[in-house]
């Protein structure tokens, strides 16, 4: 499979608890996204990276959360003392950095559904 | 800062019947256009890109889209809707001129389709 992966599909913790989610890009792709996706409405973006740098953060990305792209391959998303309102899918995309166009044609993984009881 | 209308939330449509999703965009440019498709607690899908050039693309699964600059709209198409086309689609705009890199998504289009 030669798709974006992300790990786990699912999570369920308790209010106060750390997470950590897993994106695995696709392997030529060398930019890599976070979005949020709350019931009911379209994907929002959390951060980037172009290889292991972190370009763009949102203004959603608050100090509970924070990412991270190691050796400019798998991604790690943390969210801190998690708050009900954390719940929501979280999604992983990545693109090819030759070009402003390739830039933007995102490819998303299945994303991390985050339940915060 | 540029902003994605869908103005239908819900639509439902015969199987067999013609569909067309509507797309508005709030840009100072011609920014790279997306349609993107989301099954039930997956990821989105690309199902087309405008990028430059023909303003009618065509996609995945018998898809297409027109771009009108004059009504800065981008609608999504297909002459005959099959029921595994039932999902949740996106469309999504990217500024080509500000070096930012997100996608700016629309809060989608629920589609239904009935036997």
């Known amino acids: 499979d030669t798709g974006v992966s992300q790990d786990p599909r699912h999570k369920i913790t308790k209010r106060g608890q750390n997470v950590t989610f897993r994106c695995d890009p696709i392997s030529e792709h060398n930019r890599l996204y976070w979005y949020r996706q709350t019931l009911g409405q379209g994907p929002e973006f959390l951060t980037y990276f172009q290889n292991e740098a972190q370009l763009e953060k949102s203004r959603l990305l608050s100090d509970r959360f924070s990412a991270e792209r190691p050796k400019g391959s798998f991604s790690t998303l943390e969210i801190q003392r998690t708050e009900q309102g954390d719940s929501a899918m979280y999604l992983c995309a990545s693109s090819l950095g030759t070009g402003a166009a390739l830039t933007y044609e995102q490819y998303f993984g299945p994303g991390t559904r985050l339940t915060v009881t | 800062a540029q902003s994605v209308t869908q103005p239908d939330i819900h639509i439902t449509v015969s199987e067999g019947a013609s569909l067309e999703l509507r797309c508005n965009y709030s840009?100072?440019?011609?920014?790279?256009l997306f349609w993107y498709v989301q099954s039930p607690g997956q990821g989105l899908q690309l199902l087309l890109k405008y990028f430059s050039g023909d303003t009618l693309v065509q996609g995945i699964k018998g898809f297409e889209a027109e771009f009108k600059r004059s009504q800065s709209s981008f609608n999504l198409r297909k002459p005959s809707v099959h029921w595994s086309d039932a999902a949740e689609y996106f469309c999504a705009v990217g500024p080509m001129d500000t070096g930012r890199r997100a996608l700016t998504f629309g809060s989608g289009t629920r589609l239904q389709v009935q036997p």
């Open positions: 840009y100072g440019a011609t920014p790279y």
